[in-house]
Each structure stands twice: as structure tokens, then as C-alpha cells.
């Protein structure tokens, strides 16, 4: 299914994508994105939104594969078993840089329907520890989001 095709992407063998497949990296940091929104039991519009801004924005999804990738991010999201798979797979082909930005969406994300819980933090925190960041950026970033409020 996408996860094998997601395996056999980044095997060593493997040249690329196929011509007009969705990008394997957007539809991993989609799948944590959409974890999170669904964090606390409810998806909002204002939460799709913010992913899809970041997706569009950040990870250079045309507006006509948005869809696609929402969909399989979604589908792997429901049969992952963890978050490993994901953080793995965009830590090892986004910067430093994409990866901050990415945990500020994630954050945004958090933050986009006005309420903050604890099973929504505790998550926030631990993807950015699997993305590599430690807790004093991860606040600092928590912080700059929250307070754009």
C-alpha cells in the first residue's frame, strides 16, 4: 500500500517518485500534521487549513495534488502503529531549517482552535524531539506561536 511505496521510494535502488505521484516527504509531514489536529479527538476547518497552508507553502504541493496527499497522509496516519516512520523519513530530507518550520505548523496547528491540551502538547513535543530539536527550542517556538494569538 503507500507504506511500501513509501519503503521503496527511498530504498537505495530506487530513482524517484513516479512522474505526478505526490512527494513521499509532504505526505509524511501531512500524516504528523493531520496526528496532531486529530490529538484532541476533533478536526476542525481552521486546523485542515493551517496543514494545507503548510503543505501548499513549505513543502510545495500544487494545489491540484493537495487533495491526493491529504488522503494518503490521512490513510497512513491510521494504519502507522507510531510516528517513527514519519519523523524519520522527513528528517532525513528536510533541513534543520524545513524541520523548524514544520514544528511551528505543528504548533500552529495547536493553537488554531484556541485551546491548548495536554495531550496535544505532550504530542507537539514529542514529534519535535523525533525531528531532533531539544526542549529549549521546542518552548521557544511553543511561545512565538502562542503568542501570535
Known amino acids: 500500500m503507500v507504506l511500501e511505496a513509501l519503503r521503496s521510494f527511498f530504498s537505495p535502488k530506487a530513482a524517484?517518485?513516479?512522474?505526478?505521484?505526490?512527494?513521499?516527504?509532504?505526505?509524511?509531514?501531512?500524516?504528523?500534521?493531520?496526528?496532531?489536529?486529530?490529538?484532541?479527538?476533533?478536526?476542525?476547518?481552521?486546523?485542515?487549513?493551517?496543514?494545507?497552508?503548510?503543505?501548499?507553502?513549505?513543502?510545495?504541493?500544487?494545489?491540484?495534488?493537495?487533495?491526493?496527499?491529504?488522503?494518503?497522509?490521512?490513510?497512513?496516519?491510521?494504519?502507522?502503529?507510531?510516528?517513527?516512520?514519519?519523523?524519520?523519513?522527513?528528517?532525513?530530507?528536510?533541513?534543520?531549517?524545513?524541520?523548524l518550520k514544520l514544528v511551528e505548523a505543528i504548533w500552529g496547528v495547536v493553537y488554531s482552535d484556541g485551546s491548548l491540551t495536554e495531550v496535544e502538547a505532550h504530542l507537539a513535543r514529542r514529534i519535535a524531539e523525533l525531528l531532533g530539536f531539544q526542549h529549549p527550542e521546542v518552548q521557544e517556538i511553543k511561545q512565538r506561536v502562542a503568542g501570535r494569538r
Not at 512522474?19 to 504528523?32: F, H, K, R, S, T
Not at 493551517?50 to 491510521?78: C, K, N, P, W
Open 16 to 99: 524517484g517518485p513516479e512522474a505526478g505521484a505526490p512527494d513521499p516527504v509532504a505526505i509524511a509531514a501531512c500524516a504528523l500534521l493531520l496526528e496532531i489536529a486529530h490529538a484532541d479527538d476533533v478536526f476542525r476547518p481552521e486546523e485542515r487549513e493551517r496543514i494545507a497552508r503548510h503543505i501548499r507553502d513549505e513543502m510545495h504541493v500544487s494545489e491540484g495534488q493537495l487533495q491526493e496527499v491529504f488522503r494518503l497522509a490521512e490513510e497512513e496516519r491510521r494504519e502507522s502503529v507510531d510516528l517513527y516512520q514519519f519523523t524519520r523519513l522527513v528528517s532525513e530530507h528536510l533541513s534543520r531549517e524545513e524541520r
